[in-house]
């Protein structure tokens, strides 16, 4: 069975950081991109982040780039994100979610094949 476990969350104040983890099992982790997104509330679900083993390429939306780092630790099966810098309008529920190959167009949250459950992250101002 496929399982995403997104962890990490939590109220930061604004400036501060804080590392989500998505730990992943029940595939063949190197074979899967795993993708970040969040979504706030009263908006739609946004594509931050995404990392693969298959071609080694990281990518980040214009909003977090520059302040978020993603990582991967393939011994654990488990990427990170870590968030420095952050800011209200950062508040959200954040999501992991892997496809088969490599991120392209991975901010669309299409063609993802698994999805775990969310973890919350919310910045005070």
């Known amino acids: 069975e496929v399982q995403l476990q997104a962890s990490g969350g939590g109220l930061v104040q604004a400036g501060g950081s804080l590392r989500l983890s998505c730990a992943a099992s029940?595939?063949?982790?190197?074979?899967?991109?795993i993708g970040w997104f969040r979504q706030a509330p009263g908006k739609g679900r946004e594509g931050i982040s995404c990392?693969?083993?298959?071609?080694?390429?990281?990518y980040y939306s214009d909003s977090v780039k520059g302040r978020f780092t993603i990582s991967s630790d393939n011994a654990k099966t488990t990427v990170y994100l870590q968030m420095n810098s952050l800011k209200p309008e950062d508040t959200a529920v954040y999501y992991c979610?892997?496809?088969?190959?490599?991120?392209?167009?991975?901010?669309?949250?299409?063609?993802?094949?698994?999805w775990g459950k969310g973890t919350q992250v919310t910045v005070s101002s």
């Open positions: 979610a892997a496809r088969f190959g490599i991120c392209r167009d991975y901010y669309t949250g299409l063609g993802m094949d698994y």
């Open positions: 029940g595939y063949t982790f190197d074979d899967y991109a």
């Open positions: 990392i693969s083993s298959s071609d080694d390429n990281t």
